[in-house]
């Protein structure tokens, strides 16, 4: 992971709105979506990118994914 990569993750504001609700601990990715302006397949690529700059961790449990 780079330094560069960090701050492309949390330069988006969405991104960080998502950071700030998992503060209180692991969501669902439905639960994550459900109060922001934007789809869940969107709120999914943007965990995606959290997750490549290893800001956060996905784990499946069954036909859900905690974030």
Known sequence: MSLEMTFSAL???TRR???????????TLSDLASPLPISLMATQKQVRVLEEAELVATTKIGRSRYV
């Open 17 to 27: 709105a998502l950071l700030e609700r998992l503060e209180t601990g692991e969501q």
């Open 11 to 13: 330069a988006d504001p």
